[in-house]
């Protein structure tokens, strides 16, 4: 395959991804509507698991290859962090709807810039800050803190996107060291540790049709992530992430077309300049390298 043909075939993975991580989404929101997030969260990721441990087992080198890291500490946290931003996204899906915390929450590209310098020691020029400032003031539009009662429940997805910006650069920092099969192996054994011992305390019974459901929630989170392995695989992430703004997309048809949801102008204008600050983002990333 030439270069331009491998492109195009991460940008349709990435696209498929999107399309599968809104059914994802869908389905959490149903399913968390009537049980609790933890037991949700930690079925999901039993799946999610075995599917890394599968994976691993087949790579060269096998479960010891992919489990060695010199900085245990960072993987365990960097997986436990990210079962947290799950969980904390699948309530926010039950107490704001799809549209609304999706809209928040796609401004984490923004976030990762913001945070680069500290985290990561790299230099953030004012072009990216002019950016990040746009995106904040559409977040704000999205928010509409000062329109009547504020609703509280609005910093939720926005707490959701700084887990997920942190889990990103910390995924970063771990790769200078660590294979993107050792940080992916973490990400799923540790989650699903963690997710366990917090999550066995709420079982609770589960209609035959909702196990269903589960079964294709859990076959959503595999497929969504071995499509975005693959996606990585045929091109590079500067081609493809701006394509992953199509989840906003999909999410916001599930939340009009299924769950009854509105599309606030307030919101079509914060996404507007959410998106076209992450794209600007993104752009000057892939300039600069």
């Known amino acids: 395959m030439t270069q331009q043909n491998n492109s195009r075939a991460g940008i349709l993975l990435m696209i498929a991804a999107t399309v599968v991580f809104a059914l994802q989404d869908g389905i959490s929101r149903h399913l968390a509507g009537t049980y609790n997030t933890y037991m949700v ?13 599968a994976l691993a087992a087949r790579a060269p080198g096998g479960l010891r290859a992919a489990a060695q890291t010199s900085q ?6 960097r997986g436990v962090l990210l079962v947290a931003e799950i969980c904390v996204a699948v309530f926010a899906f039950t107490v704001l ?3 609304d915390t999706m809209a928040v929450f796609i401004c984490y590209p923004l976030l990762v810039a913001a945070l680069s310098g500290p985290v990561l020691g790299e230099t953030v020029g004012w072009r990216r800050w002019s950016a990040i400032g746009v995106g904040c003031a559409g977040v704000l539009i999205i928010l509409q803190p000062g329109v009547g009662v504020f609703n509280p429940w609005a910093i939720v997805p926005l707490i959701s996107a700084l ?9 970063r920092y771990a790769a200078r060291k660590d294979s993107a099969a050792t940080s992916f192996f973490w990400t799923g054994v540790s989650g699903a540790v963690a997710i ?5 305390w709420y079982w609770e019974p589960m209609a035959s049709s909702d196990w269903i459901w589960m079964a294709v929630l859990s076959v959503c989170g595999v497929l969504g992530h071995w499509l975005l392995i693959k996606c990585y695989e045929m091109a590079e992430a500067s081609a493809v992430q ?5 989840h906003l997309v999909w999410t916001s048809i599930l939340g009009i077309s299924i769950f009854g949801e509105s599309l606030r102008p307030a919101v ?22």
């Open 41 to 53: 969260v930690m079925i999901r990721y039993w799946f999610f698991a075995a599917f890394v441990i």
């Open 72 to 77: 245990i500490g960072l993987q365990v946290f």
């Open 97 to 99: 709807g799809l549209i």
């Open 163 to 171: 887990m997920f910006a942190l889990y990103g650069l910390l995924t």
């Open 196 to 200: 366990t011992l917090v999550g066995m």
């Open 242 to 246: 701006p394509f992953a703004y199509f």
């Open 268 to 289: 079509v204008v914060g996404a507007a300049l959410v998106v076209s600050a992450g794209l600007f983002t993104l752009w000057r990333e892939r300039r600069q390298s």
